[in-house]
């Protein structure tokens, strides 16, 4: 049984650094998928960026590349996500996400996650 505990949101003021973890438990495999979503007030639900559970193969959403970067610990127990150069359109709940079977690749993880995936309980970032 797959768990997923987020920590680490807060407040930034625009330009500042957050660093998101999740605790994963439950994959005995590396080919699954995880990663980090996030939804602000009005808008759709958006991928920010995942890696393989065996910590490679990366992909971000063009609004994050270059500013987050995604990575697990070594060993593969949390799921990081260092955020740079925070800016306003950054703030939202951000979801820490485990795919439920093997990922075919972690872009389409991140652009379609299935309805049986697995989902944190969320942590507020608010940039302004």
């Known amino acids: 049984h797959v768990q997923l505990v987020e920590s680490g949101g807060g407040s930034v003021q625009p330009g500042g650094s957050l660093r998101l973890s999740c605790e994963i438990s439950g994959y005995t495999d590396s080919s699954s998928c995880v990663g980090w979503f996030r939804q602000a007030p009005g808008k759709e639900r958006e991928g920010v960026a995942a890696?393989?559970?065996?910590?490679?193969?990366?992909y971000y959403a063009d609004s994050a590349l270059g500013r987050f970067t995604v990575s697990r610990d070594k060993d593969k127990v949390a799921l990081n996500l260092q955020m740079n150069n925070l800016k306003p359109e950054d703030t939202g709940i951000y979801y820490c996400v485990g795919s439920s079977a093997r990922c075919p690749s972690v872009r389409t993880f991140l652009d379609a996650p299935r309805s049986t995936d697995y989902w944190g309980q969320g942590t507020q970032v608010t940039v302004s």
């Open positions: 890696i393989y559970t065996g910590g490679f193969g990366t």
